[in-house]
């Protein structure tokens, strides 16, 4: 029996698996009030700099999920400041900054892009805060690699 855009049973069932947060697996939906026992790799790049209540914005959400995957038993999660979202970094070390504690519940899973720490100004605030700098590409992060160790990339 064919279905409607004239794909076969056999069609349908030879697409691969779906990827889902990071491990090969088929989604499904859950009763409200519960969570999945998928554990998640998850890696949030920030590249949103400090001009503009947008970036703000992006940042927040960033630090937000990150937040949740430190909270949640098994994730694995990743925090990479890079491009202009290097610019951050010297911000929230201010304990006066609004997301001060919320970046102190990530701080131990932050890195920061060594060449755009240079780029950006912030090489010294970067030095500081202790934060890790990664330079695997070229002086950057290299994105690929996480992919490949299986963490689904946000970016923000």
């Not at 960033?62 to 925090?79: F, Q, Y």
């Not at 202790?130 to 070229?138: K, Q, T």
């Not at 992060?141 to 990339?153: A, D, I, M, Q, T």
């Amino acid at each position: 029996m064919g279905y409607r855009d004239g794909e076969t049973n056999y069609a349908r069932s030879r697409r691969p698996t779906t990827v889902y947060l990071g491990c090969t697996a088929t989604p499904r939906l859950l009763p409200t009030g519960t969570r999945s026992t998928v554990m998640a790799k998850t890696a949030i790049v920030i590249l949103a700099g400090t001009e503009g209540h947008d970036n703000l914005g992006r940042l927040v959400n960033g630090l937000i999920t990150a937040r949740e995957s430190v909270e949640t038993d098994g994730d694995e999660v990743k925090l990479i400041f890079d491009g202009a979202g290097t610019q951050w970094i010297p911000e929230l070390e201010e304990p006066e900054s609004d997301h001060f504690d919320l970046f102190r519940a990530v701080k131990d899973h932050a890195s920061a892009c060594d060449f755009c720490s240079s780029a950006f100004g912030v090489d010294e605030a970067v030095d500081e805060s202790e934060i890790p700098r990664l330079d695997e590409y070229g002086g950057h992060p290299s994105l690929r690699s996480l992919v490949e160790e299986g963490y689904e990339v946000l970016t923000f």
